[in-house]
């Protein structure tokens, strides 16, 4: 009896220990998913408050939705459309994943039926305007305001439970304004941008979709993918995205609004950043100075040199025989004489001081510098101008001479005519 019965714990323990590691693995979910075994599934959900965390997607935002390292939330905007969406649902479903679709409210308006199917497949179902207007960002705010109002009216119209509305906003076009944010996280409405898109609205071919799905997931590492449920292209890159994620080893997200019976998933701060940092990444902006109550705002003197040597035994540690014998030179020092600051008069500094006779202080200066002997080449030049000056002096005197009046002869005449 004791043997069977060690073999029984042993085994039970086998068991739970098999159970429990079933349950940690990815593959437990795709077990889930009935007739289809290698289903990539849905990995946990997660229940974010608006209220705490108003902006996601950093696209856009400092802050995304917290992620753990290879995590990924499937997003779907501008449906439903029949013809695609469908598809896309099936797909999702396919593959047991749960995924957040924003939906404009005329076309909740004229498939409210699409609606309901989402809603019936465990999505998460938000809105995305009345009719997606690519100038929310600078549109008047009542007129921004009709446009949520009617997507929320619409969409929630079309919904048995009206309920199952989630607050989650994503705007048209990613085109944002403060004053249109503002409106919606006053009324308790959550703000979505992505992390990234895979440009599914432009024309380009499902492969490049796929390419850019998965290049910019593998840069990012994890995050918010935003792609549409009414594209041709968006329909037959879903396929090889999902084949992709599962091989690469992502794992799928589902996220939902906090309610009163259904509390926020316990996060930190950090989490919701996209790349937390750690002790070994440094930081690169100097983290903001706290604004501190200070108790009392007296202020204390500065100490002094007696303070330091309150101590007598202590005095030589503190402050050495020849320290302290001169801390009070300069209370003894003799104070200096007028004559130390007189200027002699004609000195090169008085010139200098006036604009006048700065040229006459230069040539002081300079004749100051110039050697006393004949030979350099400051006094062979003055030498030279010496001896023109003199060759040229008796040139000048003879223009001079020549070039003064003669005198008139007056006399002359006066006497031929007396």
Not at 91 to 115: R, S
């Amino acid at each position: 009896m004791i043997g069977s019965s060690v073999v029984f714990r042993t085994r039970s323990w086998t068991v739970l220990l098999l159970g429990f590691l079933t349950t940690a693995s990815p593959a437990a979910f795709a077990a889930e998913c009935p007739g289809h075994p290698d289903a990539l599934g849905t990995s946990r959900t997660l229940v974010v408050d608006p209220h705490e965390h108003p902006r996601i997607g950093t696209m856009q935002y400092r802050e995304t939705l917290p992620l753990k390292d290879h995590e990924v939330v499937l997003t779907f905007d501008d449906g439903p459309l029949p013809k695609y969406s469908n598809q896309v649902l099936q797909i999702l479903a396919d593959e047991c994943i749960k995924a957040t679709f924003f939906i404009i409210g005329e076309q909740a308006k004229a498939n409210p039926e699409g609606v309901r199917k989402l809603v019936a497949a465990g999505h998460t179902v938000g809105t995305h305007s009345m009719n997606h207007p690519l100038t929310m960002d600078r549109m008047p705010l009542d007129k921004a305001e009709a446009q949520i109002n009617g997507g929320i009216e619409w969409t929630s119209a079309a919904m048995s439970d009206s309920s199952k509305l989630a607050p989650f906003f994503r705007i048209p076009g990613l085109m944002r304004a403060d004053g249109v944010e503002n409106l919606l996280i006053s009324r308790g409405i959550q703000v979505w941008s992505a992390d990234f898109p895979a440009d599914d609205w432009r024309h380009i071919s499902s492969d490049r979709v796929y390419q850019l799905a998965i290049q910019r997931l593998e840069a990012k590492g994890k995050g918010i993918l935003l792609l549409h449920d009414i594209q041709a292209r968006t329909v037959a890159a879903l396929p090889k995205i999902i084949r992709d994620l599962k091989a690469r080893g992502y794992r799928i997200v589902h996220v939902v609004p906090a309610t009163a019976d259904r509390p926020a998933t316990p996060t930190t701060a950090v989490e919701w950043l996209l790349h937390p940092p750690t002790e070994t990444t440094p930081i690169a902006r100097w983290p903001a100075v706290p604004n501190f109550v200070f108790a009392q705002t007296a202020t204390l003197p500065a100490p002094g040199l007696a303070d330091l040597n309150t101590q007598t035994a202590l005095q030589p540690q503190v402050l050495p025989h020849k320290t302290r014998a001169q801390d009070d030179v300069a209370a003894t020092l003799p104070a200096p004489g007028r004559d130390l600051f007189a200027i002699p008069e004609g000195s090169v500094e008085v010139l200098l001081s006036t604009t006048l006779s700065r040229r006459a202080a230069t040539r002081l200066a300079m004749a100051a510098e110039a050697p006393r002997a004949g030979k350099g080449k400051a006094a062979k030049m003055q030498a030279r101008r010496t001896a023109h000056a003199a060759h040229a002096a008796p040139k000048r005197a003879a223009q001079a001479k020549s070039t003064a009046p003669r005198p008139t002869r007056v006399a002359t005449s006066v006497k031929k005519r007396a």
